[in-house]
């Protein structure tokens, strides 16, 4: 595809998704189509020869949007809320035009500022302390899912537990992850991943009015685990969780965190944007 067929292609396709932005309310939210529908009307092989855009955006309205499940519909409203915009979707389409990898500086020079001080802007936007910006000790790092910030967070706390041991020994003792029971499965997948096993994570019992971790559970939790040896490595709270939206008393945790010097982290994939 030479430039002038890319652009003539591009403007077909954003032509195509402003349609079916503006006829979302007119379709059902999810599939009327039994499981299978779309993989038996797909060739049993891929196919030889290219299509002309206009073949295969007439492929999208035939056979796959009829059966999608609408995340952009204004009747949709499960799982977490997952809204793309205009604006967005031209960013995806510059990035994926530069084709830039900025996983350092050496790398995309300008990506990496670009990231550095684009986090230091949403540091500001949620009110963080200074330490959470790049001219101090902090500093973000785009992750590409919640779930992964939660292993990253992980290990680094498991690295900060173990005085830096764990990085070249591994796991050399017992070490405790904390999260409620409303929390995300995947901060039981990342225990695993890190090492730690299943038996690694201890959930927390909540309020039974509000579902949110109950800080004297957790107190009571990390120091049984300290009585019988267990290094208590990291509290994985939350602002909103999946089942129940619930949001833990951070506060109340942090102080918990701070006295017996366990890493806390955040997970505020589902309601942090209501802290800007």
Known sequence: MDPDEFRRAGNAVVDWIA???TTLG?????????PGTVAAALPAGPTEQGEPVEAVLADLDSL?????THWQHPGFFGYFPANTSGPSVLGDLVS???G???MLWATGPACTELETVML??????LDLPERFRSTGRGGGVIQDSASSATLVATLGALHRASKGRWREDGIDRRYRAYTSTQGHSSIEKAARIAGLGTDGVRPIEVDPRTQAMRPEALRASIEADLAAGVVPAIVVATIGTTSTTAIDPLPEIG???AEY???LHVDAAYAGAAAV
């Not at 007119?26 to 039994?34: E, H, M, N």
């Open 120 to 125: 230091d802007w949403l540091a500001g936007l």
């Open 261 to 263: 010097g366990v890493w």
């Open 26 to 34: 007119q379709r059902p939210v999810t599939s009327q189509d039994p």
């Open 100 to 102: 830039v990898q900025g």
């Open 19 to 21: 349609d079916y932005w």
């Open 96 to 98: 994926s035009g530069l």
């Open 255 to 257: 102080a918990i965190c």
């Open 64 to 68: 796959i949007t009829p059966r999608l």
